[in-house]
């Protein structure tokens, strides 16, 4: 008997057949793990086809971005997934949790299938593509476990295709599956090449399994893994720091050396409407995934001390004499800004400024959506990486790649596995210090121009790594990890989510947050202020984080088909 082969998620891939001898035939429709995986070409599109779950849009973002929506740093306006789970009320049946085990459940499958065909092809694949091929599907099956054990914790293992009596698995234990993972990884950097070129830019890479397994390491306090994995990257010499912090997020430094593993998209193929779903109002944007006070209270003085801290703080200019990567990814009051058919215009959030000023193509005053509009940017804030002028043309159609794993996340890993392990050396300060510097713009060894930390404090040097990792990676799609790992989500995600003020006498007087040791904002003192009607702009209220929110729970319709014992919902769901 024959057997057709075909995508679906229950627990991986499901192998299903038929016993009438008319339908025991080869499908002519599509492909079959007989007839399919016998030349080169069909390994090559097979692979490719594996990388298509990496990044899906949900919402119009690359999901990853819509995960930090879900957290203290961003926060989604429309009434979606993100700001349901932000609000602590999602369910088994939450529409984004269920879509992202199902993405990540059929990417493995298809790595599954591949492995599993790809010797009938071995004859006439040239060497290398093989084992680049077999290095991509390794790679790509442990980022997709690397998600679930994240999210979820203990899922099924599955390894190969499965005929459907032997789909319903139990969870395997998360230990387990990190192992498994580990030991994917490393054969994938065995096998693939540091970079490629043309047509193969964006394929995985030797430092990407590198990279993701020092990621994962570090999410399973596995310090020592982590602080190897980093350490061999960074020996390579290969990958650098993008001079320009603003820039990395823009076509101009696209695919640099920094970027370790990104998703491309391409026009025909695939296409990312963050411009459009992200941007100002007056910038024909929605404002729909914005940044949170509580991020833009988080970027330290120039002179390296917390706001509540430091004496060149200014409530009434909060950008001023601040690290320059706040101004670099946050759109905020006094920016030039861009928008359509090359407008250029004065960017202002205070409610008195219903209208700016534009200054290209011609000098006028317009009107300030940002204000008038109820729908704008409700912190008073916009994210400004991967917004790009040359996106403003058609802002649903960006190619703008998407960074799944770049260096400064590397050289941040490393420093925080050898921080835990209490193994403080130069070289840890350096890995801090090289992200630092970069931010102002100098060589970290200019350690007048910038806040060089210095301290070999494991506590101290702790916090400013946490601190490091919130304000560098903001928007990328790995806070969500981090809270859980840390488990400080019941002081980042529990209470009211304030917005800007809308009253125009607290505008510029508004109270300092006090920040914990994870550079978390508490607005305390913001509570008098919610007596006056009207006073703030309310994001979410309350938001309310549990204890078993630190997983997610299993998708519902995945329990209603998996009826083995050993396959149980998580904990409080």
């Known amino acids: 008997m024959k057997k057709i082969y075909v995508l679906t998620i229950l627990a991986g891939i499901l192998a299903t057949g038929c016993e009438k001898d008319y339908l025991n035939r080869y499908p002519e429709d599509q492909p079959s793990s007989e007839t399919y995986y016998t030349t080169a070409d069909q390994l090559i599109l097979a692979i490719n086809s594996a990388y298509s779950n990496l990044s899906y ?3 119009g973002y690359p999901y990853q971005m819509q995960l930090e929506g879900t957290t203290d740093v961003m926060w989604q306006r ?3 997934d993100a700001q349901v789970i932000g609000l602590g009320q999602h369910t088994p049946g939450t529409g984004m949790i269920r879509t992202i085990w199902t993405q990540s459940y059929s990417g493995i499958g298809k790595c599954n299938m591949l492995l599993a065909n790809m010797e009938k092809a071995r004859s006439v694949t040239p060497a290398a593509v093989y084992r680049r091929i077999d290095g991509e599907a390794r790679f790509l099956r442990a980022y997709y476990y ?10 099924p293992l599955v390894d190969k295709p499965l ?13 387990d599956l990190l192992n498994f993972i580990f030991r994917d990884l490393d054969s994938a950097a065995a096998k693939l090449s540091i970079s490629y070129t043309g047509t193969d830019v964006g394929r995985a890479t030797s430092s990407a399994a590198m990279a993701f397994k020092a990621r994962i390491a570090l999410y399973n306090e596995k310090w020592d893994i982590a602080a190897a994995a980093a350490k061999q990257l960074m020996d390579l010499n290969y990958h650098s720091l993008y001079p320009n912090y603003r820039n990395l997020f823009m076509y101009a430094g696209e695919h640099s050396r920094e970027s370790i593993f990104a998703f491309d998209y391409k026009q025909t193929v695939r296409v990312s409407a963050t411009p459009q779903n992200m941007q100002a109002r007056n910038s024909s944007g929605f404002s729909g995934l914005v940044p949170t006070r509580a991020i833009g209270d988080s970027y330290e003085c120039t002179d390296g001390l917390t706001i509540d801290k430091s004496p060149l703080y200014s409530t009434a200019d909060p950008f ?13 009051d006094g920016d030039t800004w861009f928008g359509t058919g090359g407008m250029t215009f004065n960017m202002t959030f205070h409610p008195d400024s219903t209208t700016c000023t534009r200054y290209t193509p011609t000098v006028a005053k317009i009107t300030n959506l940002e204000v008038t509009n109820a729908f704008s940017a409700y912190a008073g804030f916009v994210l400004k990486k991967y917004l790009d002028p040359a996106d403003m043309v058609l802002n649903t159609q960006s190619e703008l790649a998407f960074m799944l794993i770049r260096y400064a996340e590397v050289l941040l890993t490393y420093a925080e596995a050898k921080i835990e392990l209490n193994q403080i050396d130069a070289t840890v300060l350096n890995a801090i210090n090289q992200v ?34 919130k304000v560098e ?20 995600m529990n209470g009211i989510l304030f917005g800007k003020a809308l009253n125009r006498t ?5 109270p300092k947050p006090v920040l914990d040791e994870n550079s978390s904002p508490a607005y305390d003192s913001f509570n008098s202020l919610l007596a006056v009607v009207g006073n703030f702009k309310i994001m979410d209220n309350p938001r309310i984080f549990k204890s078993h929110h630190y997983l997610w729970p299993i998708p519902q319709t995945e329990l209603d088909v998996n009826k083995n014992a050993g396959f149980t919902q998580n904990p409080g769901y």
Do not use: H
């Open 57 to 59: 849009a949900q919402d």
């Open 78 to 80: 429309p009434n979606t």
């Open 146 to 155: 690397g998600t679930l054990i994240s999210l979820f914790g203990d899922v």
């Open 163 to 175: 005929n459907a009596e032997d789909a319903f698995l139990p969870r395997t234990p998360r230990a």
């Open 320 to 332: 001023r004499n601040r690290d320059p990567r706040m101004r670099q990814t946050l759109l905020g």
């Open 436 to 469: 630092r510097a970069r931010a102002y713009g100098v060589s970290v060894g200019q350690t007048t121009l910038y806040p060089a930390v210095t301290t070999t404090s494991q506590a101290a040097l702790r916090s400013i790594v946490r601190r490091e990792r």
């Open 473 to 492: 990676l903001a928007g990328e799609g790995l806070r969500i990890f981090d809270i859980r790992r840390w488990k400080i989500g019941e002081k980042t």
């Open 506 to 510: 607290i505008y510029y007087t508004l």
